[in-house]
């Protein structure tokens, strides 16, 4: 009889650990996770889930998304690319970001942007007047009158004389006119006086704030109506989430 009962026990469990997916071959299946700390001790990771390849698992580090197979003990460094053409990988990060972004927006002064147009879509700009990018992106806007923009601008190292173009924007009696003049190549001969106001050159270290404290390290960079990050110029995607008022 104890031999009977000690049986069942040993029944019971078995079947809680292959139903909890505990255990699935001899000894204790690691998970993914435990699978990785195990192979890759010194990859720091904040979270690891199925990937859409069967057997892969998309890692979310510090430092960006890689894949594991937990098969091979292996990392995999690259991007997932649907048949469709999606970038996967690409489409993560944007979510990661964007879900980041939107957290730290309450702390953003609003008020220290340069506001042009009046729409009723709202858009953050963080832009760089030599960045040919950032002046195509702003013509697509110019020729709009659904928008609100509130623009910060962001000068990138490798165009110099970008900082010199947002300080004259900042000391222009009409920022908007003088932001317009910067993105048409107006400004481009550089014969306008270079403008040596201390409040300029704060408010320009408010607007590099803004982007750093973002994470937003490239230019262009768009905020549509409070909700979805658009990295870069990225036309089609701005004329449908304004089109579908996301």
Do not use: W
Not at 90 to 114: N, V
Not at 118 to 147: L, N, W
Not at 213 to 228: C, E, I, S, Y
């Amino acid at each position: 009889m104890g031999d009977i009962m000690m049986h069942k026990k040993m029944i019971t469990v078995a079947l809680f650990f292959i139903l909890t997916g505990v255990f699935l071959t001899p000894g204790f299946a690691q998970t993914p996770g435990e699978s990785l700390k195990k192979a890759f001790p010194r990859l720091k990771f904040d979270e690891i889930s199925p990937s859409n390849i069967k057997g892969i698992y998309e890692v979310i580090s510090p430092n960006g998304i890689v894949y594991y197979s937990p098969e091979t003990e292996s990392l995999i460094v690259g991007e997932i690319i649907a048949r469709d053409g999606r970038n996967l990988t690409q489409d993560k990060q944007q979510e990661i970001l964007t879900a980041s972004i939107r957290g730290k927006m309450k702390d953003i002064p609003s008020d220290k942007a340069i506001s042009i147009g009046k729409g009723k879509h709202t858009v953050m700009e963080i832009t760089d007047p030599d960045c040919p990018y950032c002046r195509r992106a702003s013509g697509f806007f110019s020729k709009r009158t659904d928008v609100t923009r509130q623009v910060f601008f962001y000068p990138l190292s490798s165009h110099p004389n970008a900082a010199d173009k947002v300080l004259y924007i900042f000391c222009a009696k009409d920022m908007a006119k003088a932001y317009e003049e910067a993105m048409t190549g107006k400004l481009d001969d550089m014969t306008f006086k270079i403008c040596e106001d201390p409040q300029a050159r704060e408010l320009l270290n408010v607007h590099k704030d803004v982007a750093e404290r973002l994470g937003v390290r490239g230019t262009p960079f768009f905020f549509v109506n409070g909700q979805t990050a658009v990295f870069g110029a990225d036309i089609p995607r701005l004329e449908k989430l304004l089109r579908d008022g996301k």
